[in-house]
């Protein structure tokens, strides 16, 4: 059965890091793995995906801060997120298309 578990969520003070990992079991993470998150009463958006030639996309408010990585095996998905701002704050969630999701971990920013 395919699987994605996402860890490394917490609360942090604005300015923070936390990386947030995402494993996969049953399967490898498709070549266009994305991350996405989901703030109280928003929906869901896109944060950070790979694209064609492992190219990179990030959602405009989170450049130049996170960073989208995985390991060689395709089996793990990180997500470095520094500077942490307050309006980060959201559950996020791993996603392997065409359909697999994770379960998503809370991040939570203070001021």
């Known amino acids: 059965q395919e699987q994605l578990v996402e860890s490394g969520g917490g609360l942090v003070e604005a300015g923070g890091s936390l990386r947030l990992s995402c494993a996969a079991s049953?399967?490898?993470?498709?070549?266009?793995a994305r991350w996405y998150r989901q703030a109280p009463g928003k929906q869901r958006e896109l944060v950070a995906g790979f694209t064609t030639g492992s190219s990179v996309v990030y959602a405009n408010s989170v450049k130049g801060r996170f960073s989208l990585s995985r390991d060689r095996a395709k089996t793990t998905l990180y997500l470095q997120m520094n500077s942490l701002k307050v309006e980060d704050t959201g559950v996020y969630y791993c996603?392997?298309?065409?359909?697999?999701w994770g379960q998503g971990t809370q991040v939570t920013v203070s001021s």
């Open positions: 049953g399967t490898i993470f498709a070549f266009n």
């Open positions: 996603y392997s298309p065409p359909k697999t």
